[in-house]
Antibody, heavy 119, light 110 residues
Framework: EVQLVESGGDLVQPGGSLRLSCAAS????????MHWVRQAPGKGLEYVSTISTDGDRTDYANSVKGRFTVSRDNSKNTLYLQMGSLRPEDMAVYYC????????????WGQGTLVTVSS | QSALTQPASVSGSPGQSITISCTGT?????????VSWYQHSAGKAPKLIIYDVNKRPSGVSSRFSGSKSGNTASLSISGLQAEDEADYYCSSYTSTDTGVFGGGTKLTVL
């Protein structure tokens, strides 16, 4: 059974940092590109970051470029999102999701982890 | 990349059919047959219900169907059921090798 389990969400002050993790199981992790998607309170889904199978290609939403870094450890079947210079508008539930084909259809999602940015 | 355009809300009675539109541009929806749709209920993970415009993942009801014409994709749900009440999001692959979501549509089953 495919499982994606996010962790690391927390309350952090503006300007602070946080690292999210996504533990994958039930499939060959290194074969799939992965995404981070977020949903801010009362808002829709937003692609945050994408990473290729071997990690050599990454992409970011303009809203987080230069502040967030996505990475993966295929030996540990884990996806990461290092978040820095956090802003109140970064407050959201963050989901990791598997890209089934490289064409951005996300066939499995985690349950999400909540990031709260507030002083 | 600008979000795809969806109606904010749609509604229908049990047993009826509804359609949700998703309008993009010639750089996303119009350029590729890589439109997907997701069903999202509060507190749950989003669920893929349509991919590659009109394909259904295993286990998804045949009441859900997708189509595309030009820069606009559509999700249709027939035989509405109370359990279909949720938020629905479209997504498309884009010319910048990224994905973009629609703003989401809240479906109310009356």
């Amino acid at each position: 059974e495919v499982q994606l389990v996010e962790s690391g969400g927390d309350l952090v002050q503006p300007g602070g940092s946080l690292r999210l993790s996504c533990a994958a199981s039930g499939f060959t992790f290194r074969h799939y590109a992965m995404h981070w998607v977020r949903q801010a309170p009362g808002k829709g889904l937003e692609y945050v970051s994408t990473i290729s199978t071997d990690g050599d290609r990454t992409d970011y939403a303009n809203s987080v470029k230069g502040r967030f870094t996505v990475s993966r450890d295929n030996s540990k079947n884990t996806l990461y999102l290092q978040m820095g210079s956090l802003r109140p508008e970064d407050m959201a539930v963050y989901y990791c999701a598997r890209d089934a084909s490289g064409s951005c259809y996300l066939d499995f999602w985690g349950q999400g982890t909540l990031v709260t940015v507030s002083s | 990349q600008s979000a795809l355009t969806q109606p904010a809300s749609v509604s229908g009675s049990p047993g009826q059919s509804i359609t949700i539109s998703c309008t993009g541009t010639s750089s996303d929806v119009g350029a590729y047959d890589y439109v997907s749709w997701y069903q999202h209920s509060a507190g749950k993970a989003p669920k893929l219900i349509i991919y590659d415009v009109n394909k259904r993942p295993s286990g998804v009801s045949s009441r859900f169907s997708g189509s595309k014409s030009g820069n606009t994709a559509s999700l249709s749900i027939s035989g509405l059921q109370a359990e279909d009440e949720a938020d629905y999001y479209c997504s498309s692959y884009t010319s910048t090798d990224t994905g973009v979501f629609g703003g989401g549509t809240k479906l109310t089953v009356l």
